[in-house]
């Protein structure tokens, strides 16, 4: 009985070790492809270089921050709060959690930059086996992540009692571990901020003296920048992504446990257990997604990828209907499981409905891709207008499509457990919110699959990249073509899961805040305070306190947004200086004659990108942190009333980041995808007016689509994790 | 007694009436000023013929729109609710209020029209007679504006039986009347689009072929479009501006008037007109204020108007004074006066700080334009980038001070009312809320003033058009010289009242969704639902419906703003078409030979502005009404949870509209200096690379500023008011 009841506990480690397992085998039939021509390994060694320096530098400044933040809250919880043992668990929890983040992180980082020269020998070769290199690489990274995510936050349950048989303990787990999550977004913000930064200052520095002043095309290696702009692909797309999707699973599993305890009564540990269990299903159906996808003929990669990400969401689909079957089935609410898999099957939907959004949005095929392009003929500024207005309006279809899948999912949870809340059992709140955490564990459940197609962008990116520089002129010939076909892919790919990651992070939200409410609710019980259940679990925005949170909330939005692209404006500034500083003291660089020195540019977009990213991944955790104090110690009102504007923060700067996100991720897109439909022939094709204009918005996109919009999505989750930690400072 | 009692209401409208006598003695005196030559006349003529056909066509749409809403209100009240009284009431104060906003909005551009020529006539004699023609130009419309917004609620009052005796019929009409303020808002939303599309499109199309491809400079006569655009100054900025603001009052008011009732039992009918009151007494200052502006030598015309606004708001604060000592006195609270002096001095202080922090980030002495300038340098791309996050960050500060005037006000009311609340006649929640509202009311008290600021703007925007197409180039001499000094003033004054636009918008809106929810209280209890005040009073954006609400609420913002801009786009590419055309058929335009059909250009934007209008002007009263029905036809929940959602809708429609409009106007505003900047030197200087840049940062800024920024003003009181017209739709 016992054992049977662990079961599902020791499911979710074995599956985790598979995948790991799984990832090691992918990386090493990757790692015995072969290196190509020795101009190749000179490009690849020199991104390989300056992306390890990077990342070096990063952690190091990451790491930093880290412990002095570890050493406050284990301070708070000590001291202030007096409970050591809570204080251990959320410090080493934190650590724990940072630690995993910022090693998913890097070893995307690893991965990818290994797979990129494999890629670009691959595509001498075919495009199938190119196209499986590729994909297997960025599978490495995606098994990766979400297996140690599984792992981690599994580890810690158990390590902290979440395996006793004293259901009082059990419960107080998933409260107490939440430093993990925390310690996984606050190292994932600064790796995704660094990196984006990195990235975009690269890239839009490149380019602007490259393509625009030069008149050089793209990855032209007497760019001086060039290096750094292939090194950019990696840390901040792949190391990036990495640290912003395992801190996504992290974060949405341990909400979805805290509101599993809830339902301890009824379904026992199973409750808790089941978002790692549909997690650990989801691993499986990724694994055996990227496995499956192959070339037929001579068809579009696209349609492969497409056909493993079917296969994927199948596999994961009957999964999610074993684990609704075994774990949350009680004879008190004999259908509650039939529910809960509708629930799973409408975040399974949500997911799919915002790729097409996306897809609909920033597709050339599309009207809006095509109503920019044509806003091009009128030069530069009409082109931004329509593009931000195509980004703006592009915010329909996804918020309709959330507020239904929240509303769907909530009301199919109470239907679920009606006979118990009937009973008196459970309350009807959080038998619907248990129904939102369903659904978001759904839409999660394809996430290894994803993050694969997310790492096979950059990849591809950085494999033409290589092509281009490495080897001859006279020996391209069908290579750069096949590469650049993939490219198109990845470019496609990296847009869609955008898309996935905006939604994930939108339905999740709704379940962190709730879960941030169980936190605080849990305090009032410690602390004695002489308030009701109903009382704690409200946000009322029409208090002033409140509202004011909302204001404040929704304003960090927008002046982290601000933060994250005047960071990339700034380190581009630098990087623009430095190359018309060496075409101008060298003549010989555009000449050809001699070789721009790429360590200098590489060298300060380092610098550039690490000093930018301190303001807006601070600013996170001090704004909850000066409004909670301020409305606890400076204003009248209840004792959660600091806590309830917290909340109200919480939740307004999520639906403002949403928004945002979708904004800056999907007009970004756009403006990219207008500019290749100009370059393939449209209104003048290369070199005209149009394609000038079309380069001013695809420039204006990258801090929108890589810096900000990413670092938004990460931003969400961050303060739902910090809030969770920070709770009880705000109570009393 | 009673003659005692009815005396402030008696005060209003005396002082209303003497306003509009000194309007009109004001309009006199300008158009007693002489119109100038014959070719400044022809130039005006044409300007004026443009502008009122455009007026009376807008007007026909709205008047269209108008009477469809309002057969629906009455047909709602009548059929629906079966109580014929409201039902009258209602469609009677719709209907007035649509007619008001329609007259001042014609009304501002009227006058405005008539005073150009005259202050480009002024101008030949001296700087100072050309700035007094302005301001008091200017003075006519923000006198009539006020003097008519406060008549009007006034008068509906009376008429729906405000003066009555009985408690109970007194305290009902405030709630009844909420139509003058709908129709009000309505009305205004869509003069504020048509004319920002209208202005925007005819700036954007002029510009982009005559500055950026023919190469000629602004208010070229050789330019088809230039009549257009010196139109679209008098229709966008002086008539929108005129109905925003006679909305703003007028709901605000209504809103504050709502908020009295709870404090009937203590104060009786003085707590119901004190926002008339303390609005009068703050006309009056105005009126003062413009008439004592002059100049002292050759001093800058902005310290001339700046003393003027000094003196108005030193007259505005003793009468607040004496409003508050009258009105606001009572032997249970008898201190209660000096709490709500403080709370009007702090919406007073709120308006400085927001007039001063736009400066701040608006204008050419301080960093932000600065910044942008100088990433000109680097070409479009950055100067956008730049622009952007200047916009986006500039929302720090303002909501900083929003936060600190809800919060400060709503304390100061508790305090001002404590003992009335300890004794159990109010309670603390109505008290706090009146002190925002009295904030609300100081802030406005200077609104007259701050109008005929911002229409001092386009009228000497048009004046320096008048001048540069209707005198000969060797006539111009210190003419052009002073006008263009007096447009830098225009250009200032216009970004400095955007700033009080949005501040009076963010600290009214807190007043008018609590006004909504004494609306919902008001139905709750006519239906006898069996549900306490606290738990209607209540928006809870925990439970997923009101979530939802917000989410919905946030997008609309943004969905209204793309839609906006698109509208501006479309019409101008129409505008650009259309002036390639005349110039390519006849090469007599360029070489001045032949005059352009300046008529076609003028139709043509005015069919673009009036159809691309409609559907963000019909997109906020869907998106309530659908949220609303849906849920509450469709969603299980307690009887008032679709009024909840449709309140969360509001507040965070509020709070991002709030931000939107602070990033458009002040990123436009940073767009249009950094030009100027750069145009007086900097970087290159006129012709410059640079300066290419600076021209499409200001271009894109138009939009933002101009249209979209300006409209979602509108747009957050629109919103207010429809949802308190509706509430009884969504309760039951």
């Known amino acids: 009985m016992r054992f049977l009841e662990l079961l599902p506990y020791f499911f979710v480690i074995a599956v985790a070790i598979a995948a790991l397992a799984a990832a090691f085998k992918l990386a090493g039939w990757v790692m015995a492809k072969d290196m190509g021509t020795e101009g190749m390994r000179r490009i690849s060694d020199a991104i390989k270089a300056g992306a390890e320096a990077f990342m070096r530098r990063m952690n190091m400044t990451i790491a930093a921050l880290s412990i002095v933040l570890a050493i406050l809250i284990f301070f708070g919880y000590s001291v202030l709060e007096g409970d050591i043992n809570k204080a251990v668990a959320m410090t080493v929890s934190f650590v724990v959690g940072a630690?995993?983040?910022?090693?998913?992180?890097?070893?995307?980082?690893?991965?990818?930059?290994?797979?990129?020269?494999?890629?670009?020998?691959?595509?001498?070769?075919?495009?199938?086996?190119?196209?499986?290199?590729?994909?297997?690489?960025?599978?490495?990274?995606?098994?990766?992540?979400?297996?140690?995510?599984?792992?981690?936050?599994?580890?810690?349950?158990?390590?902290?009692?979440?395996?006793?048989?004293?259901?009082?303990?059990?419960?107080?787990?998933?409260?107490?571990?939440?430093?993990?999550?925390?310690?996984?977004?606050?190292?994932?913000?600064?790796?995704?901020?660094?990196?984006?930064?990195?990235?975009?200052?690269?890239?839009?520095?490149?380019?602007?003296?490259?393509?625009?002043?030069?008149?050089?095309?793209?990855?032209?290696?007497?760019?001086?920048?060039?290096?750094?702009?292939?090194?950019?692909?990696?840390?901040?797309?792949?190391?990036?992504?990495?640290?912003?999707?395992?801190?996504?699973?992290?974060?949405?599993?341990?909400?979805?446990?805290?509101?599993?305890?809830?339902?301890?009564?009824?379904?026992?540990?199973?409750?808790?257990?089941?978002?790692?269990?549909a997690g650990a299903l989801g691993l499986l159906a990724s694994i055996f997604g990227t496995w499956s996808v192959r070339l037929r003929g001579e068809e579009d990669p696209m349609k492969a990828l497409n056909r493993g990400y079917m296969m994927t969401t199948g596999v994961a689909l009957a999964g999610f209907f074993f684990a609704c079957f075994f774990l949350l089935r009680d004879d008190a609410a004999p259908n509650a499981y039939l529910w809960f898999f509708g629930c799973g099957v409408i975040g399974i939907l949500a997911s799919f409905l915002f790729v097409w959004i996306t897809e609909y949005y920033t597709e050339t095929r599309y009207r809006p891709v095509q109503q920019i392009a044509s806003s091009c003929q009128t030069g530069p500024a009409t082109t931004i207008i329509s593009g931000l207005s195509v980004g703006l309006e592009c915010t329909f279809m996804p918020i309709i499509v959330i507020s239904a899948a929240i509303l769907a999912s909530f009301w199919m949870g109470t239907e679920a457990l009606k006979q118990l809340v009937a009973d008196g059992v459970l309350n009807n709140h959080s038998a619907g919110l248990y129904g939102t955490a369903v659904a978001t564990m759904g839409m999660l459940s394809t996430a290894g699959y994803i993050l694969a197609m997310d790492t096979f962008g950059p990849i591809t990116d950085n494999a033409g990249g290589i092509v281009e520089m490495g080897l001859k002129e006279e020996a391209h010939g069908e290579i750069r073509n096949r590469t650049d076909r993939l490219d198109a892919v990845g470019n496609t790919t990296k847009a869609l899961t955008k898309g996935y990651a905006v939604g994930s992070a939108a339905l999740a939200a709704f379940l962190l805040f709730s879960a941030y409410l169980d936190q605080v609710w849990h305090y009032v019980q410690i602390r004695g305070i002489d308030m009701s259940y109903d009382e704690v679990m409200r946000v009322d925005i029409g208090k002033p306190a409140v509202f004011v949170g909302g204001l404040v909330g929704a304003m960090l939005v927008f002046v982290f947004s601000a933060l994250a692209m005047k960071a990339v404006s700034r380190a581009a500034q630098t990087v623009i200086t430095e190359v018309r500083r060496q075409f101008a003291e060298d003549p010989g660089i555009m000449a050809g004659t001699s070789t721009p020195n790429y360590g200098r540019c590489v060298d300060i977009v380092t610098k550039g990108a690490l000093k930018a990213m301190v303001l807006p991944g601070i600013l996170p955790v001090l704004f909850p942190l000066v409004l909670g104090l301020t409305i606890r110690y400076f204003y009248p009102g209840s004792k959660t009333v600091a806590a309830e504007s917290v909340a109200a923060l919480l939740m307004i700067a999520t639906v403002a980041g949403i928004l945002m996100a979708l904004f800056m991720n999907n007009a970004g897109g756009a403006w990219d995808n207008a500019k290749k439909y100009i370059e393939e022939g449209q209104y003048g094709g290369k070199g005209s007016d149009a394609h000038k204009a079309s380069v001013v918005g695809d420039t204006v996109g990258d801090p929108f689509k890589d810096t900000a919009g990413p670092s938004l999505h990460v931003l969400i989750k961050l303060l739902a994790t910090l809030t969770l930690v920070m709770a009880p400072l705000f109570i009393g």
């Not at 990696?234 to 909400?255: T, W, Y």
Request: hydrophobic share 55%.
């Open 99 to 277: 630690l995993c983040s910022g090693f998913a992180g890097y070893f995307g980082m690893f991965t990818s930059i290994r797979s990129n020269i494999r890629v670009a020998s691959a595509a001498r070769r075919s495009l199938n086996e190119a196209l499986q290199v590729a994909l297997r690489g960025g599978a490495v990274s995606g098994l990766l992540v979400v297996a140690l995510s599984l792992a981690g936050v599994a580890i810690m349950f158990a390590m902290f009692g979440g395996l006793s048989t004293d259901g009082d303990r059990v419960t107080a787990v998933p409260l107490q571990i939440v430093g993990f999550a925390f310690g996984a977004s606050f190292v994932a913000l600064f790796a995704q901020l660094g990196g984006g930064i990195y990235t975009k200052a690269a890239d839009v520095g490149a380019d602007l003296v490259g393509k625009v002043e030069a008149g050089i095309p793209e990855d032209d290696p007497r760019n001086p920048a060039v290096i750094a702009d292939l090194v950019g692909d990696n840390v901040g797309d792949c190391a990036g992504r990495g640290a912003d999707l395992f801190e996504s699973i992290s974060a949405e599993n341990i909400g979805a446990m805290i509101l599993g305890i809830a339902l301890y009564p009824v379904f026992g540990l199973k409750a808790i257990l089941f978002p790692l269990v």
